[in-house]
């Protein structure tokens, strides 16, 4: 490496900058923008980066992985259950199929039949990194087609660890030699041992997501230090990925599990909103370096056969999926968009050249020609995308709307409750015990842990932040209640909320008078003072030690909630004069004069009682 | 002006299957101002300024709610003790309200029958409802026939269509300021009614 890292750094950041938005603009999509940023800056255009490119791609290779983390995190247990039917189904026919249409193309173009073999099950995989964020980006992710391709590309990663298995079996070339890139540690054990160290490990993440990883994030989150839970939550997948690369599974697989084992933990909300942003840029740069990698040199040799084997990949595999579709029941918009957009060769097929020709399956010449064409199918699926939608499917009639099915993968609800606490509690309480859907979320790692125990669902987070707002729904719900004991953080999630989701009605808890006053000077209409109600119940039994009636005690108690509430508003609406002229103390003293004042008593006692009252009965029937 | 005010109380709206398609086809008549008074008032605290100024505005007093035991529900009592005042409702000075018009709407679960001398409840519905009669009367106000939906237990969507269908017809005529003379063929005979 001749360029410092700060360079390199800075060439990636600066060609995704100037390429995804120009992309975007054109209606391009981000993939394309950065595949196209790195055939800029690639060894084949302004050449500022080099052959670095590949390794650069398996640092970003960790950007798939939390991405199928991210994925894990929305699909919870039950739900991937009852996907099992299309990810055995449908997945293992696609790699099958297009596995032995793929080999018999190759062996009839005059390979031998094992190094046949390995190329088509190398060519069956799709982009799961490609497919996924176009179709996340286009929200196709709900729909019918977007289902079927997730599952297809979920059976995918787990196919890879048999592969891998399978084909050293296949060698037919002298091993090439040299570092093995996913040599385990295992290579040297017996087979049983082997298989039980790859359950042992999977076993592992299951336990550690489910019992060993609440207490730690719990601890995390007590030091409030935000930095520490996001080094955490990326130690998490990068734990995960590096035990199961030791033990020879694909570490996007392992991530995906440790995801699905947490999609029912309180941190999944701010495990999302964490990681997420890594993900982004992590396979923004893998997409670069695709583009980088690109040897155009060799394509500009062999032109003829290149562009041969890309349209003959894509076809055999389109025809595969479409077949498929039609045999799963996709309508024909759907079965268009799924078949074209799993058409591609996807990353895990770089990995699976490089083991192949270390492993004298495939020889070098074959192994660049088929990475030249991989990488030129992948960038070409965003292309298909575009096709399919602005030529394709306008032709079609029966374009379904991409409605989420019945099962949503997340829980919407109508309501978001932020902070659970002694004032939320009850909120949340009362509506949950109406039937009402609430999304609560709270920033006391201990509290949320001790609600879990008694079985209500609670998220752990800063509900404030934009992110984690709309990881909890909040495009979706209609109302938010906001019960947080810190003012200034009441203040902070309804101006998030009010820019963001301005859809939402916001019922707002406030401490005392002056939070009061800055929460309607923010133009809120449901401000609720937390001790007005309690002292006015107390004020209500106090009457009736007294002696009063209780039914007056009460009229009387809704009557001065009224005066005192109206009280608030108008005072709200002048105070900022005076804050300039009296200190706090002297305000407060004018104000409480203020509303003596207007509370007169006898005032609202006519209010209430003259219709029950016979003084005026009594005087016309004497007078 | 000739404006119809709908006084609506039903306690448990939501349970109900009659009322809601009545109310409804109520808020379609053009000139008809619907106060449902429990969605108003559910600590019962009546706003007096706020129903006597209704009450001004309008013409034709309409009280629609349940025949709960042989009366109205506990809101349309509460509404009248505190907004039918002294001196503004009735007495010497309490002219605000003469030459209005009061009417009662009801559902009974009991059909026609029941309410007749020899029937189940052994009085008709016009002698049950002789408080809200003299009510009016005590107000300056005429008292017009009630406009009642029988049987409510036993209708089906159909009949509750047509329920409303002549709760609709009804509203137009009194929006367009013809008073209606006997429009209910289940009450009985005008010699049996008592006289005020």
Redesign the interface.
């Known amino acids: 490496m001749t360029q410092s890292i700060l360079l390199q750094a800075v060439v990636y950041l600066a060609a995704g900058v100037v390429f995804v938005p120009l992309a975007k603009r054109l209606g391009l999509g981000s993939v394309l923008g950065y595949l196209l940023a790195g055939m800029v800056i690639g060894p084949a255009g302004l050449g500022l980066v080099g052959a670095e490119g590949q390794d650069i791609m398996h640092v970003a290779e960790f950007g798939v992985v939390i991405m199928l983390f991210l994925v894990g995190l929305e699909l919870e247990p039950t739900l991937l259950w009852k996907l099992r039917t299309p990810i055995l189904g449908l997945g293992g026919l696609q790699v099958a199929l297009s596995a032995v249409a793929l080999g018999a193309l190759a062996w009839l173009l005059g390979l031998p039949w094992p190094a046949a073999g390995a190329t088509g099950l190398i060519l069956a995989m799709s982009s799961t990194a490609i497919v996924l964020q176009t179709l996340n980006e286009k929200g196709l992710m709900p729909s019918t087609a977007g289902q079927s391709a997730f599952s297809v590309l979920l059976f995918q990663d787990i196919a890879v660890i048999p592969i891998l298995a399978v084909l050293p079996l296949l060698a037919t070339y002298p091993a090439a030699g040299g570092a093995d890139a996913h040599a385990s540690l295992l290579d040297g054990l017996p087979g049983w041992l082997r298989g039980l160290a790859v359950l042992g490990a999977v076993g592992a993440v299951v336990v550690l997501g489910r019992f060993g990883m609440r207490p730690v994030f719990r601890a995390i989150a007590r030091t409030d230090l935000r930095e520490v839970f996001i080094a955490a939550a990326l130690l998490l997948v990068g734990g995960v990925a590096l035990l199961m690369e030791t033990v020879g599974l694909s570490p996007a697989l392992g991530a995906f599990v440790a995801g699905v084992v947490l999609a029912n933990s309180e941190y999944k909300h701010e495990l999302e909103s964490d990681i997420d942003p890594f993900k982004g840029l992590l396979l923004g740069l893998f997409f670069i370096s695709v583009g980088a990698s690109i040897d155009f040199g060799l394509i500009a040799g062999n032109p003829g056969t290149v562009a041969g084997v890309v349209g003959a990949v894509m076809v055999v595999k389109a025809l595969v999926l479409w077949f498929l579709g039609k045999r799963f029941r996709l309508g024909t918009d759907q079965n268009l968009l799924f078949a074209l957009s799993l058409a591609q060769v996807g990353e895990f097929a770089f990995v699976l050249l490089s083991f192949s020709v270390q492993n004298g399956i495939l020889d070098a010449p074959t192994s660049g020609l088929l990475t030249a064409a991989v990488a030129i199918t992948m960038a070409l699926t965003p292309v298909l995308f575009l096709v399919n939608e602005r030529f394709l499917l306008p032709r079609i009639g029966t374009r379904e709307t991409t409605k989420p099915p019945a099962d949503a993968i997340d829980e919407k609800n109508e309501v978001i409750v932020a902070g659970f606490g002694r004032f939320g509690n009850i909120v949340g309480r009362f509506l949950r015990a109406n039937d009402v859907g609430t999304t609560v979320l709270d920033f006391d790692s201990d509290r949320v842990d001790i609600l879990r125990k008694i079985g209500i669902k609670v998220y752990y987070g800063d509900a404030s932040r934009y992110d984690l707002l709309r990881a909890a729904g909040a495009a979706e719900a209609r109302l938010l209640v906001i019960a947080l004991d810190s003012p200034e953080k009441s203040l902070e999630l309804v101006e998030t909320a009010r820019k963001h989701f301005p859809h939402l009605q916001v019922l707002v808890r406030a401490n005392d008078r002056d939070d009061a006053y800055d929460l309607l000077d923010a133009g809120l209409p449901h401000v609720y003072r937390e001790t007005l109600d309690t002292s006015l119940r107390m004020g209500v039994d106090a009457l009736r030690l007294l002696g009063h009636r209780a039914y007056h005690a009460e ?1 009387s108690a ?2 001065f909630r009224r005066h005192d509430e109206r009280a608030l508003t108008e005072l709200a609406a002048v105070r900022h004069d005076r804050r300039q002229y009296f200190s706090t103390a002297r305000r407060r003293i004018r104000e409480l004069e203020q509303l003596l004042r207007s509370d007169e008593t006898d005032r609202w006692l006519r ?2 009682e ?3 009252d016979a003084e ?2 009594r005087k ?1 029937a004497n007078g | 002006m000739s404006g119809v005010l709908i006084q609506f109380a039903h306690p448990a709206l939501e349970k109900s299957r009659v009322n809601r398609v009545l109310l409804a086809a109520a808020q379609e008549v053009p000139g008809v101002t619907v106060n449902d008074l429990y969605e108003a008032y559910p ?1 019962f ?1 009546v706003d ?1 300024d706020r129903e006597q100024e209704l009450l001004l505005r309008h013409d034709f007093i309409l009280l629609h709610h349940p025949f709960y035991w042989y009366s109205a529900p506990a809101m349309v009592k509460q509404w009248e ?7 503004w409702a009735y ?2 000075d309490g002219n605000a309200l003469t030459g209005k018009h009061l009417m009662n709407i009801i559902t009974t679960g009991g059909r026609a029958e029941a309410y007749q001398p020899e029937g189940h409840n052994r009085f008709t519905i016009r002698q049950f409802l002789v408080p809200f009669e003299q009510t009016a009367r005590l107000c300056k106000m005429s008292y017009l026939p009630p406009f009642v939906v029988h049987g409510t237990h036993r209708l089906d969507g159909a009949g509750i269509e047509a329920a409303a269908e002549r709760y609709r017809a009804l509203l137009t005529q009194l929006a367009a300021g013809l008073v209606p003379t006997d429009h209910t063929p289940d009450v009985l005979p005008t010699e049996l009614l008592p006289r005020p």
């Not at chain 2, 003790?81 to 001196?87: I, M, R």
């Open positions: 009229r809704r009557l209010d209430i003259e219709g029950w005026s009965l016309e | 600590d605290d007096v003790d505190l907004v039918l005042e002294h001196g007495g010497r």
